[in-house]
C-alpha cells in the first residue's frame, strides 16, 4: 500500500509519518529541487537494497545519499578536500553532488559496490525537513523505474511506483527538472562526471579547471568511476532522434523528417523551442535554458503516452544548462543524432 502525502506547503506534522517511514527501513519518495528522489536510510542495507530493486536498478549504479546539513557530510566521507568545502560554502544547498572517498559506515550496496560515496544537500524545504526530521541520511537515485525519463511531479512517481513503495509526497512540479551535476573530488583536477543543474561554467569560476569525463559527451570510455553513464537512459518507449544544427534548417529538417516518417505509416512527435509543425503530437519545451530543462523529462513522457513511433526533437547549445540538456536528449536518443551543417 502507497500512502500518499500532499505537502504543497511543508507540514512537519505530516512530516513525521514520512520520517517514521525513513527510521523503519521503508522506502519515500519526496520532492528535491532537481528531480524527485525515491529515498530510503542510506545506511540500512536492507532499506537501499529494496531500493535497487523497485528500480529495477543494475547494482553496480551507486546511489547519491542527501543530507542536510554540512556536519552529516563527516559521517560520510573519510577525507574531505578543502574544494569540498568552498564548492559547497557556495552552492549547497543545490543541485551539485561531490564523489568522495567512502567511510565504511556506508554499506557497499549504497554505493554500488565501490569505495566512493556521492553525496548532495538538496535545495528543497521539504526534502531537508525529511532528513532532519528522521534523522538519517538519505540515499536517493532519482523515483522512475530504471531507464525511464526521470520524474519532475508526484504524478510520475505515482505511475510508476504506486502499490511498490510505502510513501509519496506530494509537493508539486520540481524547479529545475534535470538531475544534479555530478563532480568526482577524489582527483585533482575533478572530474564532471555527470552534467546536470549547476552549469559547468559556474563550478569552474570556483574551482578553476574542471576535467569532463568523456562519457559525459556520449563517448564509450571507461566507465569504472561514471557507472550511472553506460546504461541506457531516460528512454522512453518511443525512438527519439535528435536534430543538431542551425536552428532554421533543423526546423526545415525536422518537417521534412515528419512527413517521410509519416507516409511510412508511423505517428509522429516533436519536442522543439519553437516553430510549427505537422504532426501527430507536439511539445513546446519553451526558449530559455531553464525552461527547456524543466519541461524535458516531462515531455518525453507526455509523448510516450500519445503513444507516438518515433520523437523528433530539435538539438539546443551545450552550454550553461544546455549541457545537462543534451547529455539526456542524446542518452535518450541512444545517441541517433543528425547533424547538420
Ligand atoms: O538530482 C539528483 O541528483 C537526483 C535527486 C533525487 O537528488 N538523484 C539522482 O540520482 O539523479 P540517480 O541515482 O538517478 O543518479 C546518480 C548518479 C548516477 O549517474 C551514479 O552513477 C552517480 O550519480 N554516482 C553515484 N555515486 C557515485 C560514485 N560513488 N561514483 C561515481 N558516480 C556515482
Ligand atoms: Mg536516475
Known sequence: MTIVINMRE???????IAARFIREGKLVAFPTETVYGLGADALNEAAVRRIFEAKGRPPDNPLIVHIADFEQLYGLAEEIPEEAKILAEKFWPGPLTFVLPKREVVPSVTTGGLDTVAVRMPANEIALSLIRISGRAIAAPSANISGKPSPTSAEHVVDDF???????????ETEIGVE?????????PPVLLRPGGLPLEEIKKVVGKVEIHPAVRGYAAD???APGMKYRHYAPNARVVVVEGRRERV??????????YRRKG?????????????????????????EIAKNLFKALREL???????????????????LAVMNRLKKAAGYRTIMLK
Do not use: P, Q
Not at 544534479?180 to 585533482?188: N, Q, R, W, Y
Not at 526546423?251 to 517521410?260: F, N, S, T
Not at 510516450?304 to 544546455?322: S, W, Y
Open 10 to 16: 511543508l507540514d512537519e506534522r505530516k512530516m513525521r
Open 162 to 172: 504506486y502499490g511498490r513503495i510505502e510513501c509519496i509526497i506530494d509537493g508539486g
Open 180 to 188: 544534479s551535476t555530478v563532480i568526482d573530488l577524489t582527483s585533482s
Open 223 to 225: 566507465t569504472a568511476k
Open 251 to 260: 526546423r526545415r529538417k525536422i518537417a521534412e523528417l515528419i512527413e517521410e
Open 266 to 290: 508511423f505517428r509522429v512527435g516533436v519536442m522543439a523551442t519553437g516553430g510549427s509543425y505537422d504532426a501527430d503530437a507536439y511539445v513546446n519545451l519553451g526558449k530559455s535554458e531553464e
Open 304 to 322: 510516450d503516452k500519445k503513444n507516438v513511433d518515433i520523437i523528433l526533437a530539435e538539438g539546443i547549445e551545450e552550454k550553461g544548462l544546455g
